[in-house]
């Protein structure tokens, strides 16, 4: 059963390109990297996500491809990045994966369920990747031993950047290094997005 859109859905996913615009004209538009190649101190291959649907998935199922992990929210202004992640994961699919993170971590623009979520999202947006079940991703007690790993230094090598809002991204290379931060505002779609995927 399609899942419709809400008005407010609607209306920032109209508002997307203007969003956009004004949040990278407003100095937020930045992208961190790995400039000296640093290793983890621990593997990410050693762990493991719930999956939307129930199933549990290793992360060394992904040795040898590269994984974007974003943390999403189906009522923020940049909700319509689904779309764009869902052309960067159709295009590059050979080489990289997608894994995105539901969360209702910032102004609880995320409230469904499980369910929800994944029905909305493949109903309004044709995603395809895997959704984790809702998670929370901000630095504290409860956050997911992904984001975990992602945003503390003394496990990935070098980066202790915690998503800044829904839609941050973190590239880890075929290797399992962490290579980049995308701020919420850089598109999936971006010249610094693809060309970091393909280099």
């Known amino acids: 059963m399609a899942t419709k859109m809400t008005l407010r859905q609607r209306l920032l996913k109209r508002l997307y390109p203007v969003f956009l615009l004004i949040k990278k004209t407003g100095g937020k538009h930045h ?3 790995n400039k000296q190649n640093i290793a983890p101190i621990k593997s990410i291959y050693e762990l493991s996500v ?5 199933e549990t998935r290793s992360l ?4 040898g491809k590269k994984i974007l992990f974003v943390n999403t929210a189906s009522d923020c202004g940049y909700t319509a990045q689904y779309a764009e992640l869902q052309t960067l994961y159709r295009h590059s699919r050979e080489d990289l994966e997608i894994i995105a993170f539901p969360s209702n971590d910032f102004k609880e623009q995320e409230k469904g369920s499980d369910d929800e979520i994944r029905q909305f999202c493949q109903s309004v947006y044709g995603v395809g990747f895997p959704l984790v ?3 929370i991703v901000r630095k504290g007690e409860n956050q997911h031993p992904v984001f ?4 503390q230094k003394e496990l990935n090598g070098w980066n202790d950047q915690p998503p800044g809002w ?3 991204k973190y590239l880890v290379n075929e290797e399992g290094m962490l290579t980049h ?3 919420p505002a850089v598109s999936p779609v ?6 970091a995927v393909h280099q």
């Open 31 to 33: 992208v961190l990297s």
């Open 50 to 54: 719930e999956l939307s649907n129930g």
């Open 181 to 183: 931060y995308f701020h």
């Open 166 to 168: 829904n839609f941050s």
């Open 190 to 195: 971006s010249e610094e997005m693809i060309s």
């Open 148 to 151: 975990q790993w992602l945003s």
């Open 60 to 63: 060394a199922k992904y040795k």
């Open 133 to 135: 079940k809702k998670s």
